[in-house]
C-alpha cells in the first residue's frame, strides 16, 4: 500500500500551516511506514526526515485551476498517479489534517474504492480515501461532474452516488468510521467505530481542534503536535513597548495590542509576556508594566524619532532596573508571529534583523550603501546588551538618527568594538512589507514574523497567503473595512 499526500498551488510553496504539518505527518507517518511507500506529490521541489516530493509540472496545477475551484485537485492527481504507474494495488490519499493513529487493518476492499462518510450524516467526506487503480474511471467522472454541476469534488461525488451515475455504488465500499474520524460529535463518532481507532480527521494549527483530538491522540502524536504548532516560548521573554504622553493607545494600536496578546497567547505563557507602558492597561490576564512618564523623549510630540528615542528609554530602564534577566525578544506592535520562533544560537548579545530585499530608494539615505541594513522591528537581547542600548541612545540622539539606522552605522563602523556582539539573524525573523515574495524565498521556512501595518489593507493584501489562518482571521475582525 501507498500513503499519498499532495499540495499543488500557484504558490510553488507550503502555506504557513501545511509548513509544519507537512513535516508533523511524515514524522507520525514514518512510525506506520517505510519512506518508499510515502509520496508526497507536489509543484516545487520538497525534501524532509529521507522523503522526497514527487514533482509535477504546472500544466497539473492548470487544469486544476481550469475547473475554477482548487478543490478539484484530488480526482486530477490521483488519475495522473495511476496513469503514470505511481501506485499500488491498494492506496491510501488523505489530506494533510488527518493522521494515522494506529495499523490501519484495512478489511477486503471489494470494490475499487473505500470512501468514508462523516459518521454524523451519510455524505461521503474526501479527506480519507481507499483506492486501487481500477478507481481510475471513477475519479474521472468526478472531474467531469464538477465542471457539469460547478460543485467542489465532495459535492460532485455525493451527486453521482445520490444519482447511482453508471452505477457508482456497486463500485465502492462504505468503510467504517475509523477510517476518518471527524471532531463533530466526537463521543458519538468513538462510539461507533471500529477500535483500534485508526484515524483522526482535525486542523492541528486550531488550539479548540488539537484540544479535542487529544482523547483520540496516542501520546507520542500529541506530543508532536503540540510541540509543532503550540509549544509555549520557553526561557525567553516577549517584549512590547508604548510609551505616550496621552496615556492611550492611538486607535490602530489598540487594535493591534488586542491581536498580539491573542497571537501570542498561542506560542507564550502568560508570565512570559511583558507588555510596557506608563499607563494602567489589561487585556486576557496580560497586565501592563507601567513605567515612569520621564522615560518619555522631551521631543515625543514634534520629532518622531522622539517616539523611537523613548522605545529605547525603556529597554534601558528594564534592563537597567533587572526586570529583563534573558533573552528577551523585543518587536514592533506590527511585527506578528506566525510559528514557533525555533531561535538558534544567539552567541552575540543581540539578534538584529535586516531588510534584506529592499528598494533603496525606499530607506532613508544615510550617504552610502551597507551590506547589514538593520531593521529593528524585530530584536533579540540579552541583558548584557544595556551598554550597547546606551551607545545606541547616544548616537540616536547625537546625530539625530532612528534607532535602526544608528545601529546600522555603529555595526558598519565596528563601533567600540560592536560587530562582534551583534548577530545577524535569518530574514524569517522579520519579513517587513516592501519585496514580500523575494524575502520569503531567501528566508528560512516556515516564517517566523511578518512586520507589516494591518490596518493598510493593501499591505494585509500582501501578506494574506503567509498568515496562519487564525492570525488572518482575528487580523480581520480588527481591521477589515
Not at 490501519?104 to 471489494?110: R, S
Not at 526586570?323 to 508571529?337: A, C, N, P, V, Y
Request: hydrophobic fraction near 40%; proline fraction near 6%.
Amino acid at each position: 500500500m501507498k500513503n499519498i499526500f499532495f499540495y499543488i498551488y500557484p504558490e510553488h510553496e507550503f502555506a504557513p500551516e501545511y509548513v509544519l504539518m507537512s513535516e508533523a505527518q511524515i514524522d507520525n507517518s514514518l512510525d506506520y511506514w517505510r519512506p518508499e511507500d510515502i509520496i508526497v506529490v507536489t509543484n516545487f521541489p520538497w525534501e524532509y526526515h529521507g522523503v522526497k516530493a514527487t514533482v509535477v509540472g504546472d500544466e497539473l496545477n492548470a487544469k486544476v485551476q481550469s475547473h475554477g475551484t482548487s478543490a478539484s485537485n484530488k480526482p486530477i492527481t490521483i488519475q495522473y498517479l495511476i496513469k503514470h504507474g505511481l501506485v499500488d494495488e491498494i492506496n491510501w490519499f488523505h489530506d494533510w489534517d488527518i493522521f494515522q493513529l494506529a495499523s490501519l487493518d484495512l478489511p477486503a476492499l471489494d470494490g475499487d474504492i473505500g470512501f468514508v462518510d462523516y459518521g454524523y450524516k451519510p455524505r461521503i467526506n474526501l479527506g480519507s480515501i481507499f483506492f486501487k487503480p481500477s478507481a481510475l474511471d471513477v475519479f474521472g467522472w468526478i472531474e467531469s461532474a464538477i465542471d457539469k454541476y460547478k460543485v467542489n469534488e465532495e459535492e460532485a461525488t455525493n451527486v453521482l452516488i445520490k444519482k447511482n451515475f453508471n452505477n457508482i455504488s456497486s463500485r465502492f465500499r462504505r468503510l467504517n468510521t475509523t477510517y476518518n474520524i471527524e471532531m463533530r460529535d466526537l463521543d458519538r463518532a468513538i462510539a461507533r467505530a471500529d477500535k483500534p481507532l485508526r484515524i483522526a480527521h482535525f486542523p492541528p494549527y486550531e488550539p479548540k481542534y488539537l484540544h479535542k483530538a487529544k482523547k483520540i491522540t496516542p501520546p507520542k502524536l500529541t506530543k508532536l503536535l503540540g510541540e509543532r504548532f503550540f509549544e509555549k516560548q520557553k526561557g525567553m521573554k516577549n517584549l512590547l513597548v508604548y510609551i505616550s504622553p496621552d496615556k492611550t493607545y492611538l486607535p490602530e494600536y489598540a487594535k493591534m495590542i488586542e491581536v498580539q496578546i491573542d497571537n501570542s497567547l498561542l506560542f507564550w505563557n502568560k508570565e512570559d509576556i511583558i507588555l510596557f507602558t506608563n499607563f494602567p492597561w489589561e487585556y486576557h490576564g496580560i497586565k501592563a508594566l507601567v513605567g515612569p512618564d520621564n522615560l518619555i523623549n522631551e521631543s515625543y510630540a514634534t520629532n518622531e524619532r522622539g517616539i523611537i528615542n523613548s522605545k529605547i528609554n525603556a529597554i534601558i530602564y528594564l534592563l537597567e532596573n533587572k526586570i529583563i534577566e534573558q533573552l528577551t525578544w523585543f518587536h514592533d506592535f506590527d511585527s506578528f508571529q506566525l510559528a514557533p520562533l525555533d531561535l538558534p544560537p544567539i552567541v552575540g548579545d543581540i539578534g538584529v534583523t535586516c531588510y534584506g530585499i529592499y528598494p533603496e530608494s525606499k530607506l532613508i539615505p544615510l550617504g552610502r550603501k551597507f551590506d547589514v541594513r538593520v531593521n529593528f522591528g524585530s530584536v533579540f537581547l540579552k541583558p548584557k546588551s544595556l551598554d550597547i542600548f546606551k551607545l545606541l541612545l547616544e548616537k540616536m540622539e547625537r546625530d539625530n538618527l532612528y534607532e535602526e539606522d544608528a545601529m546600522t552605522i555603529m555595526y558598519d563602523e565596528d563601533y567600540e568594538n560592536i560587530r562582534p556582539r551583534i548577530q545577524v539573524m535569518n530574514k524569517t525573523y522579520n519579513i517587513g512589507k516592501r519585496c514580500v515574495r523575494s524575502n520569503i524565498q531567501i528566508a528560512d521556512k516556515p516564517i517566523r514574523v511578518a512586520h507589516f501595518p494591518p490596518y493598510m489593507s493593501n499591505v494585509l493584501y500582501k501578506f494574506r497567503r503567509i498568515l496562519p489562518e487564525r492570525l488572518a482571521g482575528l487580523l480581520d475582525e480588527k481591521f477589515k473595512e
